[in-house]
């Protein structure tokens, strides 16, 4: 890597890598980063365009008429938005003015945000994804132009889930329907349309309960478990998160949500924020807690996040989503040579697997349910398959001609 010739963009380099530094970056990913900023400012001198008038949209079209180099594992269209993003952050150059259409989304949108938050109280995951249906949908009724929510008729509800749901198939859930029905009882209750529209959205067809909770024997949950310890760069959290999914059966976006506050060492518990804002304690077992603090006195790199589990490069930031724990589950799988039953493997196979061994232990559906922590006895009834001896017991014999034999 050379500093020469000179770009237009090298006034601002240093400060762009410091932005890195900050955020506790390696040396040798800000010497890439800085490098990949100067790539781009050639490429502005090539097309005439000064730092002052660049956006992020134009940086991400300079940067996509370059081939990505072989074994690069950065993206450079992405680097270069935020090189752009940069510059609008320091004042050299201007935000792209937003047009009348987009403030008024942006306004809708954010309203709509502070309701699902106060009134509904979803997590900032759900709200995530209820947002962009309601974005995805104000795309597909009026495009790119103004929004007149009084124009909206059933029609139009119908035609965007069908829309939705014809790209995918089989659909795995009923989000898509779910999430439009919050839409517009939003809506509604804003006063936005004259009738709830939401009352018009179709059901989404769904096979309940077609097949056994996916799961995994014993020895396969332990095989899973030694093959991710075994790793030598972050095997002592990716076992650790496993291990609190096999042994306390939490769901994937608890265990990424937890604390470090949220261990009580002292009296060995620990905070769970589950769904709908819902907290419990848990007690810790020897085993997880020597997991624990394996990890935090090893693995975890230096950083100021108070999360526990954090990525393994720095800036050594939280997951986004749960995302990680499937990626690494399916690593485990395929190491141990076990096929899933489906070809979609999700974290809550490790607490399905709990919760079959602990059917299979002879537990009842209630124990079953408080170890999981299900609100509702529904979630639970779905294990009372597993116990085939106790099925097979309350099983009314065959009719066959002439009688019971």
Request: proline share 5%; aromatic share 6%.
């Amino acid at each position: 890597m050379t500093d020469n010739p000179k770009t237009c963009v090298d006034p601002y380099l240093d400060s762009f890598a410091q932005s890195f530094a900050a955020a506790n970056y390696t040396v040798g990913t800000i010497r890439t980063y800085r490098h990949l900023a100067r790539k781009l400012g050639r490429l502005m001198d090539t097309a005439g365009i000064a730092p002052s008038a660049l956006t992020p949209e134009r940086a991400d079209q300079l940067a996509r008429t370059t081939a990505r180099g072989p074994g690069s594992k950065i993206r450079f269209h992405n680097l270069a938005r935020r090189f752009a993003e940069h510059l609008i952050d320091i004042g050299v150059a201007q935000p792209v003015p937003l047009t009348e259409a987009q403030i008024a989304r942006a306004a809708l949108l954010t309203d709509y945000e502070a309701y699902l938050l106060k009134q509904r109280g979803l997590s900032p995951r759900s709200i995530y994804h209820v947002l962009r249906f309601a974005d995805r949908f104000l795309d597909h009724r009026f495009g790119t132009g103004l929004i007149d929510l009084t124009r909206l008729r059933a029609a139009d509800t119908i035609s965007f889930a069908q829309h939705v749901l014809a790209c995918r198939h089989p659909y795995r859930d009923k989000t898509v329907t779910s999430h439009l029905r919050t839409f517009f009882q939003y809506l509604f209750a804003r006063g936005a349309t004259a009738t709830n529209l939401a009352l018009s959205v179709p059901k989404a067809a769904q096979r309940w309960d077609a097949r056994l909770p996916r799961h995994l024997l014993p020895d396969g949950v332990e095989a899973v478990l030694a093959s991710v310890r075994s790793n030598p760069r972050h095997g002592a959290r990716d076992y650790a998160m496993l291990l609190l999914m096999a042994r306390l059966g939490l769901r994937a976006p608890e265990v990424i949500a937890i604390q470090l506050d949220d261990i009580d060492w002292r009296t060995g518990e620990l905070l769970v924020r589950g769904k709908g804002k819902l907290h419990d304690r848990l007690p810790i077992t020897a085993e997880v807690g020597e997991a624990l603090s394996r990890y935090l006195r090893e693995e975890r790199g230096e950083t100021t996040c108070r999360t526990v589990f954090v990525t393994h490069r720095a800036p050594h930031r939280a997951f986004k989503n749960g995302q990680i724990i499937n990626a690494i589950l399916k690593d485990a799988l395929a190491a141990t040579g076990q096929k899933p039953v489906t070809p979609y493997v999700g974290s809550h196979l490790l607490r399905h697997s709990l919760a079959t061994r602990l059917v299979n232990a002879g537990a009842s559906l209630d124990e079953v349910g408080d170890v999981l922590r299900h609100r509702s006895r529904t979630s639970t009834m779905v294990y009372a398959r597993l116990d085939i001896d106790g099925l097979r017991s309350i099983a009314q014999p065959w009719p066959v001609a002439g009688g019971v034999q």
